[in-house]
């Protein structure tokens, strides 16, 4: 996913892998930040990305 407004380009990304997931983020043609988040199943992880994802749609970032 992509933002940019007249002051900012920036990325967010978000993988899956297992109970868990890493979260990468940044200004565009940065490798940017990664943190990662784990939880007891697949399912309560995607639970807690689709929030995220939700979150960044309603902040403005745009699919890719």
Known sequence: MEYKDEKTH???KIDHY???YRVTYG???TEGQ???KEFD???EAYKASD???ASKLKK???KI
Do not use: P, Q, R
Request: charged share 30%; glycine share 24%.
């Open 51 to 53: 929030k995220l994802v």
């Open 10 to 12: 920036k990325f967010w």
């Open 60 to 62: 403005g970032y745009e």
């Open 18 to 20: 297992g109970g868990g």
């Open 27 to 29: 200004k565009v043609g």
């Open 41 to 43: 199943s697949a399912e």
């Open 34 to 36: 990664s943190k990662t």
